[in-house]
């Protein structure tokens, strides 16, 4: 495995724009996850894809939040209007479709919102 | 909400074995117990998991109880590279498989 790759790792912005994450997954996995974890907290699930199809989404996951994976392949996670409150570590994860198929995660982008 | 119960915290010296609690009392049938870690600055990386009998690999072994409402996650001789912190999770391990992670046990270990 090449293993889940995310870009950036860090990333610091102004309250009220808009960021982008990416999400470059393991490539024969067709289950790719997003979740978001703050400081000594457990990461929380946002939403999850079967190849390009968002099949879930957390209430989590407002209005400013939207994911895509256009070609079911890799996926961008992207917020607009940022808050303060939306600083966090985003995780993506991936796995294959199998049951009890394990995640494998990436090391996440660190997002901090001024 | 997270489904677990686990330490907020435990210690461990290097060497000695780790025993990691967890407690799952309303567990049902068809779901399964799964552990990850997650080290500092670090996405939570997949270490076992199991239904109903123990489990070892070359990371460590799952001690499922009988009534299956508790486990222990044994890592059988604990490193520095250890310390991190743990979490249990159990989920049914059908078509979904998004685990709801609670706060985990932070594990340091010590010289």
């Known amino acids: 495995d090449t293993g889940v790759s995310q870009d950036p790792r860090h990333k610091i912005t102004k309250r009220g724009q808009n960021v982008t994450f990416r999400c470059d997954p393991i490539?024969?996995?067709?289950?790719l996850y997003w979740y978001r974890q703050t400081l000594g907290q457990g990461p929380e699930f946002l939403t999850y894809f079967q190849n390009e199809a968002q099949l879930e989404k957390s209430r989590l996951l407002s209005d400013r939040f939207s994911a895509e994976r256009p070609k079911g392949s890799f996926s961008t996670l992207e917020i607009q209007r940022t808050e303060q409150g939306d600083s966090a570590m985003y995780l993506c994860?991936?796995?294959?479709?199998?049951?009890?198929?394990?995640?494998?995660f990436g090391s996440g982008t660190q997002l901090s919102v001024l | 909400d997270a489904k677990t119960t686990q330490p907020t915290s435990m210690d461990c010296a290097e060497g000695r074995a780790a025993n990691l609690p967890c407690n799952h009392s309303t567990i049902s049938g068809n779901e399964y117990v799964y552990w990850y870690r997650q080290i500092h600055s670090q996405g939570p990386q997949y270490i076992i998991h199991g239904l109903k009998n123990n489990e070892t690999n070359e990371m460590a072994s799952l001690i499922i109880t009988e009534d299956r409402k508790s486990s222990t996650l044994i890592l059988p001789h604990a490193t520095l590279r250890d310390t991190a912190v743990y979490y249990c999770i159990v989920n049914y391990g059908g078509s979904q498989g998004n685990l709801i992670f609670g706060k985990g046990t932070k594990l340091s270990v010590k010289p």
């Open positions: 994860a991936s796995r294959r479709q199998s049951p009890n198929e394990k995640l494998f």
């Open positions: 490539s024969e996995h067709n289950r």
